[in-house]
């Protein structure tokens, strides 16, 4: 018998899980803080639950799906990222990211993505399935307790404070295992993260923007742009053909106008693609009178792939458009280029 993957359980199913066990209500929420407040590793560690009912759980559910197979730091130790295998022999890829006063771990929602953005390490490889909410939460869970043990030692930092759903896969075709997801991570007699310290990152998903907008959940969302006039963004976000740009500001429009919540752009910057004074220009046109902040990533290079980031002064001339134009901007330097830490590389160079 397969062991029940406890993670992926609001806490009603939990208790439900415990009642069947004959445990009383108490013992569910005893177990709950364990795994979401307490951060423990294994049944063991929850040392207030009795014995034998430890040794029942340990045999009859588990709170591991991910394997830790490798975990590359970069050299100044303030980016980690791992690779981490799941019971299917599928690979994931989890980022952790140590700032001064945050820690933010990037997460992956789907092993591949359908969606094939050509620049993508992800993308090239394709699909193979949806993560599990469990799954998703595991990713975050694991940099905790990482950060719980060492983080002093670190950036003095020793819990998650961010959360963005990055990593590999397109969030909102996995909506519903996204938005449990979200939900667990931000219960507030759980792990308890504020809706506003996650973000989603989205390719363009029409529909799935809609549903997010009548969530009462005030997440952040950002959306790849990556290009502003269709025929480019075509072939840079194939989904596009399907939600071009048009419809996909109409469904920003009605996003804000009903979360009031400003969105961001994510714009890769790729070297002769989409990185000259005109592209910006377009950019700049699309965005006027739209609240949203442009961050400009310029390009981690696919191994294999003959596009590069642009040079510097490239990127501040992009940059320098935007600001004449008043549309908030930032250029977002890649975080561990040196380990491969942009969306599924990591993955990609272990394919064996
Ligand atoms: N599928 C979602 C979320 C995962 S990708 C999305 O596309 O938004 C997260 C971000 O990483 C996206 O903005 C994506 O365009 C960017 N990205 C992918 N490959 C990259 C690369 N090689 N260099 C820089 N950014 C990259
Ligand atoms: Fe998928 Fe996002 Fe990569 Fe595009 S950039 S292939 S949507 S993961």
Sequence with gaps: MTPTYL???????????????????????????????????????????????????????????????????APDGLTRKGLFSLPDGERLEAVLMLYRERATVCLSTQVGCAIGCPFCATGLGGFRRNLSSGEMVEQVLHFSRLLR????????????????????????????ATL???????????????????TIST?????????????????????????????????????NRRYPLDELFRALQAYTERTRRRVSFEYVLIAKVNDGPVHAQLLARRLRGFLGHVNLIPLNPVPGLAWQAPPRPVVEAFKGILEKAHIPVSVRLERGVEIAAACGQLRAQKKD
Excluded: C
Aim: charge should be negative; proline fraction near 5%.
């Design 180 to 198: 449990e997801a979200v939900r667990r991570l931000h219960d507030p007699t759980g792990f308890n993260l504020g809706a506003r310290r996650m």
């Design 149 to 176: 043990d060492a983080g002093r030692d670190w950036t003095g930092v020793t819990q998650v404070t961010n959360v963005v759903f990055m990593g590999m896969g397109e969030p909102l075709a996995n909506y519903e």
């Design 7 to 73: 993670l992926d359980m609001a806490f009603p199913a939990l208790a439900e899980f415990m009642a069947r066990l004959g445990q009383p209500a108490y013992r569910a929420r005893q177990l709950w803080r364990w795994l979401y407040v307490g951060l423990a590793d294994d049944f063991e560690a929850m040392t207030d639950l009795p014995a034998d009912l430890r040794r029942r759980l340990s045999q009859e559910a588990t709170i591991h799906a991910l394997h830790l197979l490798e975990e590359k730091v």
């Design 203 to 239: 390719a363009g998903i029409v529909p799935g923007i809609l549903r997010l907008a009548e969530e009462d959940l005030p997440v952040n969302l950002a959306i790849s742009l990556h290009a502003a006039s269709d025929d480019l963004r075509d072939t840079l976000v194939p989904l």
